[in-house]
């Protein structure tokens, strides 16, 4: 099979895009740590729980929507049950499957870190664009997200 070679402006899109997946997670992840000494894929987890009914989530539904393997879910959602913040049980309906809910400290961890959070986010995304530009970004993500995720499992995909 021959080689469909990037033209210059898709080699020019792509290496802007490697370098935004690069440079993005750090940013966010420095804020969270500094402000909420939350990693970003723990706030994640608390806030995918806080956005459930009843702030109650299956593991491997909470699996899917952060796209997390269960074990490493499982160890994440651990420490935040240390420090409180979760807690798990066994899911009433199925005892073999365990479900996770966020706890009134864990509710008071997502409302005191989210305004900082939100302010990144807005900082170095959000007021770089224009709204136009926020439409298309949002139409660009959700066709990649549908190569990506054609089951519409991970969060993202939600509307």
């Known amino acids: 099979m021959d080689t469909r070679w990037l033209t210059p402006d898709e080699l020019n899109a792509w290496v802007r895009l490697a370098a935004v997946l690069e440079l993005l997670p750090g940013v966010l992840e420095s804020q969270l740590r500094r402000d909420a000494d939350?990693?970003?894929?723990?706030y994640y987890v608390?806030?995918?729980l806080s956005e459930a009914d009843q702030k109650t989530l299956r593991m491997t539904a909470l699996a899917q929507?952060?796209?997390?393997?269960?074990?490493?879910?499982?160890h994440v959602v651990q420490r935040l049950e240390t420090r409180g913040f979760v807690e798990r049980f066994p899911c009433p309906e199925d005892r073999r499957a365990t479900n996770a809910r966020l706890t009134d400290?864990?509710?008071?961890?997502?409302?005191?870190?989210?305004p900082?959070?939100?302010?990144?986010?807005r900082e170095y995304v959000i007021d770089a664009l224009t709204p136009e530009q926020i439409t298309q970004l949002s139409e660009i993500t959700g066709a990649i997200l549908?190569?990506?995720?054609?089951?519409?499992?991970?969060?993202?995909?939600?509307?």
Not at 38 to 42: K, P
Request: charged share 20%; hydrophobic share 40%.
């Open 38 to 42: 939350l990693g970003h894929f723990e």
């Open 116 to 121: 900082g959070h939100v302010a990144t986010a």
């Open 105 to 114: 400290a864990g509710w008071e961890k997502v409302k005191d870190s989210a």
């Open 146 to 159: 549908t190569r990506l995720d054609p089951g519409g499992h991970f969060a993202a995909r939600r509307t």
């Open 46 to 48: 608390l806030a995918m």
């Open 65 to 74: 929507m952060t796209n997390a393997t269960l074990p490493r879910l499982s």
